[in-house]
């Protein structure tokens, strides 16, 4: 156990795995704990229903788990905020828009209204993202590579990262399923009127 001075408060913390903890209580310590391992669930399933052949079977099976981990980090988050307030408020707000995003593709996928593969791939990959921004917003400082990037980097990576591996993903699935892609600018110049 150490005591940690910060700019407006001094914590008492421990250590778990190298990474420094907050040592807020039990009542912190569970929640904690159920977190790391909803956050973990979500890291594999929602990496391995990213990676899925897309349709019935693997995708929404490991889908539908991601988002019950989802639902289990928001919950916890709150647990979290409310014993550490207002320190771990960010983390907070970062789980809500989360879980909203996690949400957001739940609803289109199930609603199947015209473009809903683009808001069910923008809405899955925006909440994997704002998981992995939370992440490194608490811990990126405690990281290898990680704790030489400003602290700008935690925040901004992760959505960085989802936004190009998305847009890819949606150009994959457009050529695959035969749906059409928008309609580029004209390949020449027009032909002369007759």
């Known amino acids: 156990m150490a005591i ?13 795995f190298g990474l420094e ?11 904690l704990a159920v977190h790391v391992g909803a956050g973990l669930t979500c890291v594999v399933c929602g990496t391995v229903a990213c990676v899925a052949r897309k349709g019935a079977g693997r995708h929404p099976r490991w889908g539908r788990v991601y988002l019950w981990g989802l639902g289990t980090v928001a919950l916890t988050a709150v647990v979290l905020a409310a014993v550490r307030w207002p320190a771990d408020n960010h983390l907070l707000a970062t789980a809500v828009v989360a879980a909203g995003l996690g949400a957001v593709g739940w609803a289109a996928r199930r609603r199947h209204r015209p473009g ?17 921004t939370g992440f490194y917003v608490d811990n990126g400082r405690q990281l290898p590579v990680w704790d ?12 960085a990262v989802a936004a190009v591996l998305t847009w890819r993903a949606l150009r994959r699935f457009t050529a695959l399923s035969g749906s059409p892609r928008p309609a580029g600018p004209p390949a020449g110049p027009p032909a002369p009127p007759r």
Request: aromatic content about 10%.
């Open 4 to 16: 940690c001075s910060h700019a407006s408060y001094v914590e008492v913390v421990m250590r778990v």
């Open 116 to 132: 809903w593969p683009l808001r069910h791939a923008a809405g899955m990959a925006g909440s994997f993202a704002a998981l992995l």
């Open 148 to 159: 030489r990037l400003p602290p700008l980097a935690s925040w901004l990576l992760p959505g």
């Open 21 to 31: 903890v907050p040592d807020a209580g039990p009542v912190f310590v569970v929640a």
